[in-house]
């Protein structure tokens, strides 16, 4: 088993709350600078610039894992990862048809653009990302599975915009296949003060959320496993054949 590098949960300039730095360019580069075998990239509610920014890398470095940050109907965020070009137009048509049509405010909220490799803009998202669609946490974690993606609640330690701070508790038999930490979680003591978590035994990744190149790769997360692959990292957040996830 090879030890790889990951950080599954980033932004580009696509996200509102996002830094105009955060462009295919630099987030391929920085990543390849840093080590990283590995990049999730997650915008809020949409898929477009994680399979812009996997068609320019294509089969080189690093490996892109292609997704969204969904804000569920209870202000729950959660990360939902597909593979084939079927199933990601199909988490993507779920996000279009499930997200408010509220008209983005670039004065309020920021920019909505997806960019290509040369920073040309080839998309800018109209309705406002940061919404919460209209499903609730257990209709997305159900979603998620029939198109045979990976979901994972993001930052549960957090106070605001976790499933935790939104419910108080993580819903009876959630479908999902890890539970995200923050790069900064202390998680001895976070499981301390949440003894209950202990009894789910989940797998942990821990990720840096990264709106700024300053918090860019600031989080990793170790996958113990033969190759990379969208069914090597399903297998390793589940412990499988000899796989493992290590934070």
Known sequence: MDAFRADLHTHTFLSPCGDIGMVPSFIVEAALRNGYDIIGITDHNTTVQAREIRRMVGDGEPYILCGAEITTREEAHCLAFADSEESLDELQRFLDDNLPKIPNDEEVFGYQLAVNEAEDV????????????????????????????????????????????????????????????????????????????????PTFVRSSDAHYQEDYCRAVTYFNMPCRSFGEIRKALHGEDGRSVVI
């Open 122 to 201: 080839i998309y800018e998202a109209p309705y406002l990302l940061i919404s919460a669609i209209d499903k609730g946490i257990d209709e997305v974690a159900a979603f998620v599975a029939s198109i045979g993606g990976i979901f994972i609640p993001a930052h549960i330690d957090k106070p605001h915009n976790s499933v935790i701070s939104q419910l108080g508790f993580i819903p009876p038999g959630l479908p999902f296949d890890a539970l995200e930490l923050s790069a900064g979680c202390d998680a001895e003591r976070f499981l301390d003060s949440n003894p209950w978590l202990r009894r789910l035994d």
